[in-house]
């Protein structure tokens, strides 16, 4: 590989391992900055001062910030993710299930959104301006301009109240058989699936038509082929790298929407435990799980970024 | 490559299309709202007028009512305000601050540039959501913090967007000229480089105003935002939320308003008025 | 001989920004004979290149074929549906673009560019396809023509690359071909071979041509008829040699006379003799890049020039693309640093870096730019462009410079009511007389020009030359004239420095250019400038100036001078 484009990528990842620790201690000083009394909470409002005293001494609350933040970051780093406050037990144990839970739920959102958003992102690039085109389009633009907690009412609205298909809100902890599995996870994958479609569409779209702007293309037209042709065979080879960039910013969303579709329909998964862990203040539960989605997030767009990098024609030797 | 045109007599003016014209009636009436909602309320937003809760839209309350028998319409009404308030107020910090220190980063360069893009950008590496809930959880849900924290995101978007532009511009020949007659950083940033960029500036303001009032909803919805007995249009939906199952339009009609919003400001944005000039000898 | 196109009262529309409909072809007819190439001939904006696309069928966005017809063959391309048209593209027209760089897709390789076309209209097995090509290859005399292929596109050079698009456009074997001024990008030394290439391989296959260009002299090389077009209509037209030589038309006249301006007739030196020049450099290196371990710049692109320019003199720096004659420009103003040498302005030294400079200093050297479009700033009227220097430089306020941009603006020709316009709605003749009138705002001793006239039309450049002149006269300034066209500096400058790669290589009075080269580079140079003789272009092959360094007459001698960097 080109020396240059080793270097770039390099310097990505580098940059990426420095906003990892920038963000790591923006995410501890914010949790540090809950009001409450740790060792107050944790020992009840009957606990005698000596004993108070004594757990902030035993817990290390009184050491300073900095010391603090490094042994914080030392357990991480070994995989010590600490006590949670509220239940008492091992963070690692109680975040297991629930990460599986939102990755299971991410995975199969991503299965379904992807093919579907990258042939509509691509179709309406080659059949721009007709009536196919502004048709998405437009509902593309409606989607993405309205808040997540919008389209997931709308769904339950739709798919549970007057069409009757899906159970709407309670997610069943009781699943029998595969079409029980499915009619629990339709509803959430379904939202989940058209927010970052609709986000996925536009950038495909964008990316192809960036690619279709090119000179190259009208010499093609010039030269006799086809719509379909110049864009399968001359401008989709072109648009790859865009595409994959968009595609990785699209899932990054999924952060983001993770946390209110678990909120809305009370899917066990950890965003939802992140949001009941602001509600009790349990500060190391939220610190890791803050922590986790900062990195999911971090490593989608450095992905994004490098495969920018790496499809950039210009480097290309 | 480029067609050129005869000379025509110079006509100077807008030129608006209907989608445009609508989208921007229908910020204008928000905004309006957003003053004078609270006096034009059909019901005191607060007051339990009905004793039939989630009650259907009907010509007595309009949009129905809430979960305890309040006007639904009224509420709207009255948490224009805060959705747009907070919002608009969050989006002009945000974008000042951005332009002023993405020109500025621009012009300067060197290690200045170098620091604070990488400062920002590392701030931008956190999602927005996780970052609002955090620091919203931990300094309280007040007015002035969601405005703060809403600013703070949405910088670093604004700068870099601005920083480009201005970066662009920077490399123009009319900016060496001005370099090589001797003129000063302010001037060159002042006069030369913020006629230029300020168009795209205002879409970017327009695009960034609808990132933020979706935020502060998500966070109302997630009972982090505006804290009762105040309202704003997400809270509106937390509220309601109940009465979902039973297809009530107390949970809808807030989600409504706010799509109307950020869907209007998309369409002007699409569709802003273009100024006409007839190239001309 | 019969037609083989037969362009009849043909009128192009165009959807402006307003969304009105303005008509930029206006009832054009003009004919091909078979097996003849017919030039069209005109400055930017007079439709040559929207009547070449439409013998394909084809507008640009935003313009549609409003009337007329278009026969090319027996088919009227106006007429046909766009799957019609697209099976004649490539077989029985094809074309050959203006950017060849731009034409080709940077992700494939060029021997799968050119035969595409052999692929989507199913002509011939890719095997024969790819054979015929390397023939191509060979009969345009590019280099290595069995491997050549395999290389993508940014490995060959802009010569190179227009050369194989002439491959592209042949391998379908097309009855005619259009060529939309695929040299005007190149260098003046690049530009021989590949018109030679053109030429050659047109001939052979006895093929019908339409070349478009606003270069009268490489149009008198390539074409037997020519067609002269202004604002969308034809203005005459007739054989090459009518048409040099006899021209009716008062435009065409115009034309003619513009490209060969009257040499400059050096202003009537002083009584006394200058004490000094007014501007002199000495041994100036600058380049680009952080400095290396010698201290020097990564990349030299100025070594050790020197000159002087004397009052009411004017200098002309000349050479290619990448000679440093641009650089040298900004090392002179102060844009670029120099790392090492000096400049000074009327016996002055002046700081490498215009940040060490006065403000006096700054004001009596200014420099103009090439691009008006760039060196105007979009967002201010005419009135503030020019104010601004007046306030910076001398102070002047409210009535007082109102006043003196009014005057300022009559200097350059312009009307006093330009100052309320914005740099947008101005041509690229006005655009360049404001950057002028900017310039002379400080009352300068020194102007650089920075190739101001090579974005202009002949036509208007050379109205802007005039007005140079005339202002040297009354202001009593100096110029240094940057260019890569010999005939604008012939017609400006009194002395003349070639550079080539950061070097100066020669210098010699304008007066002398023709005939006075001594060295192998500069000769070449001028040797190379296409003139308005019909035969010139078949004459080089016995002119000794133009062979290449090595001296043999191959079948094929490819002009590779060491140091002019390949073709």
């Known amino acids: ?317 | ?281 | 001989m019969p037609n083989i196109v037969e362009i009849r009262d043909l009128r192009v529309e165009a959807r402006t920004d307003t969304g009105r409909r303005v008509e930029i072809i206006k009832g054009v007819s003009l004919d091909v004979p078979d097996g003849e190439i017919l030039a069209l001939i005109g400055e930017s904006g007079s439709g040559k290149t929207t009547i070449a696309l439409t013998l394909m069928g084809h507008t640009r966005p935003g313009c549609n074929i409003a009337g007329g017809s278009v026969r090319v063959g027996t088919r009227d391309m106006a007429r046909l549906s766009e799957p019609e048209r697209a099976t004649i593209r490539g077989t029985e027209v094809a074309y050959v673009p203006q950017s060849a760089a731009a034409a080709f897709n940077p992700a494939k390789r060029l021997i799968d560019q050119v035969i595409e076309v052999a692929r989507i209209h199913r002509l011939m097995p890719m095997e024969k396809a790819r054979a015929r090509a390397v023939e191509l290859f060979r009969a345009l005399a590019l280099p290595d023509p069995e491997t050549i292929g395999q290389r993508y596109p940014h490995q060959v050079s802009g010569g190179q690359l227009q050369r194989l698009s002439a491959a592209m456009a042949l391998i379908g074997g097309p009855k005619l071909v259009i060529f939309d001024e695929p040299t005007t990008a190149l260098d003046v030394t690049t530009q021989i071979e590949v018109l030679r290439a053109f030429k050659s391989v047109m001939s052979t296959g006895g093929m019908a041509g339409v070349y478009v260009s606003h270069d009268l002299a490489v149009v008198a090389q390539m074409a037997d008829r020519i067609v002269v077009l202004r604002g969308g209509e034809v203005q005459e037209e007739g054989p090459t040699a009518t048409i040099l030589d006899a021209p009716a038309h008062p435009y065409t006249r115009e034309l003619l006379a513009a490209f060969d301006p009257a040499p400059h007739a050096a202003v009537a030196a002083a009584e006394t003799a200058p004490l000094q020049p007014v501007l002199e450099v000495r041994n100036v290196v600058a380049g680009y890049g952080s400095a290396g371990r010698d201290g020097l710049p990564a990349k030299i692109a100025v070594r050790d020039v020197s000159c002087a320019l004397e009052r009411g003199q004017n200098l002309g720096v000349i050479g290619e693309s990448g000679s440093g004659k641009s650089t040298l420009a900004r090392v002179i103003a102060g844009l670029l640093p120099a790392h090492s040498g000096s400049v000074r302005l009327e016996g002055g030294e002046m700081a490498a870096d215009l940040r060490g400079r006065s403000k006096d200093q700054l004001r009596r050297l200014q420099i103009v730019f090439q691009l008006a479009d760039t060196a105007l700033n979009p967002a201010r009227s005419v009135g503030d462009i020019l104010g601004r220097p007046l306030t910076f430089y001398h102070g002047m306020k409210g009535a007082a410079r109102d006043a003196r941009v009014v005057e300022l603006l009559d200097m350059v020709r312009l009307p006093a009511a330009m100052r309320h316009r914005l740099p947008g709605e101005l041509s690229g003749g006005q655009k360049q007389r404001v950057n002028l009138a900017r310039a002379l705002a400080a009352e300068p001793s020194v102007v650089l020009c920075d190739e101001i006239t090579s974005a202009l039309d002949t036509v208007v450049a050379q109205a802007v030359i005039a007005l140079l002149k005339e202002l040297q006269r009354e202001l009593d300034l100096s110029y240094v004239f940057i260019s890569h066209d010999l005939s604008t500096v012939r017609a400006i400058c009194d002395d003349v420095m070639v550079m080539l790669n950061g070097e100066v290589v020669e210098r010699l009075p304008a007066d002398r250019l023709q005939d006075g080269a001594t060295h192998p580079y500069s000769k070449l140079l001028f040797a190379s400038v296409p003139k308005l003789d019909p035969g010139w272009l078949d004459s080089l092959d016995a002119a000794p100036g133009v062979r290449g360094e090595t001296g043999q007459h191959t079948e094929r001698p490819a002009l590779t001078p060491a140091a002019a960097g390949g073709l």
């Open chain 2, 1 to 281: 490559m480029a067609i050129t045109f005869p000379t025509t007599p110079r006509r100077i003016g807008y030129r608006f299309n209907a989608v445009g014209a609508v989208a921007l009636a229908v910020i204008l009436f928000w905004a309006v709202i957003a003053l004078v909602g609270p006096w034009l309320t059909p019901y005191p937003p607060g007051e339990i007028v009905d004793f039939d809760y989630f009650g259907p839209m009907s010509a007595q309350f309009w949009l129905g009512t809430d979960y305890l028998g309040r006007d639904i319409l009224s509420r709207i009404l009255a948490g224009a305000r805060y959705t747009v308030g907070i919002s608009l107020a969050a989006v002009i910090i945000a974008v000042t601050a951005g332009v002023v220190l993405g020109m500025t980063a621009a012009v300067i360069g060197g290690w200045l540039d170098t620091v604070l893009s990488r400062l920002l950008d590392a701030l931008n590496s956190i999602p927005s959501k996780l970052f609002g809930l955090v620091v919203v959880a931990g300094l309280g849900s007040s007015i002035p913090v969601l405005i703060g924290t809403l600013a703070v995101i949405y910088t670093p978007g604004a700068y870099r967007f601005a920083r480009a532009l201005a970066v662009n511009v920077n490399t123009m020949d009319f900016v060496a000229v001005a370099r090589a007659r001797g003129e000063g950083t302010p001037y060159l940033i002042g006069q030369e480089l913020l006629p230029n960029i300020l168009g795209p500036v205002l879409a970017d303001l327009g695009l960034r105003f609808v990132f933020i009032v979706l935020l502060l909803s998500g966070l109302s919805f997630l009972g982090l935002g505006v804290q009762p007995p105040n309202a704003d249009w997400g809270s509106l939906v937390r509220e309601n939320i109940g009465g979902l199952p039973f297809g009530a339009p107390a949970v809808l009609m807030p989600s409504l308003a706010i799509a109307s919003l950020t869907i209007s400001v998309n369409l002007l944005i699409d569709n802003l008025p273009t100024k006409i000039r007839d190239r001309s000898a």
């Open chain 1, 1 to 317: 590989m080109d020396r240059q484009v080793v270097s770039l990528v390099l310097g990505r990842l580098g940059l990426a391992l420095i906003t990892i620790l920038i963000v790591s201690f923006v995410v501890f000083a914010a949790t540090e900055m809950l009001p409450g009394d740790v060792a107050q909470i944790l020992l009840g409002q009957a606990a005698t001062e000596e004993a108070v005293a004594g757990l902030r001494m035993a817990m290390h609350l009184d050491d300073p910030a900095i010391l603090r933040f490094l042994r914080w970051l030392a357990g991480l780093a070994q995989g010590d993710l600490g006590t949670s406050y509220a239940n008492n037990m091992r963070i690692a144990e109680l975040i297991g299930a629930r990460l599986a839970n939102t990755l299971a739920l991410a995975a199969v959102t991503t299965i379904v959104a992807v093919p579907v958003a990258l042939f509509l992102g691509i179709t309406t690039a080659m059949y721009q301006g007709r009536l196919y085109d502004r048709t998405v389009n437009t509902l593309v633009v409606g989607i993405i301009s309205v808040p997540e907690f919008m389209i997931a009412t709308l769904a339950v609205l739709v798919f549970a109240v007057w069409l009757r298909w899906l159970p709407a809100l309670s997610f069943a902890s009781d699943v029998s058989g595969l079409l029980d599995v499915l009619r629990a996870y339709a509803m959430p994958v379904i939202t989940l699936a058209v927010v970052i479609s609709a986000q996925m569409i536009r950038m495909t779209r964008a990316a192809v038509i960036e690619t279709l702007k090119m000179p190259y293309t009208e010499m093609a037209l010039l030269k006799g082929a086809s719509r379909p042709r110049i864009v399968l065979r001359h401008a989709l080879p072109n648009a790859i790298g865009p595409i994959v960039n968009a595609v990785a910013l699209s899932l990054s969303y999924l952060v983001g929407g993770v946390i209110i579709v678990e909120t809305i329909f009370n899917y066990p998964g950890i965003a939802k435990l992140m949001v009941d862990a602001v509600a009790t203040r349990d500060l190391p539960l939220i610190q890791t799980c803050a922590m986790i989605f900062c990195l999911s997030y971090l490593v989608l767009i450095t992905a994004a970024d490098i495969v920018a990098i790496l499809s950039n024609p210009r480097l290309r030797k």
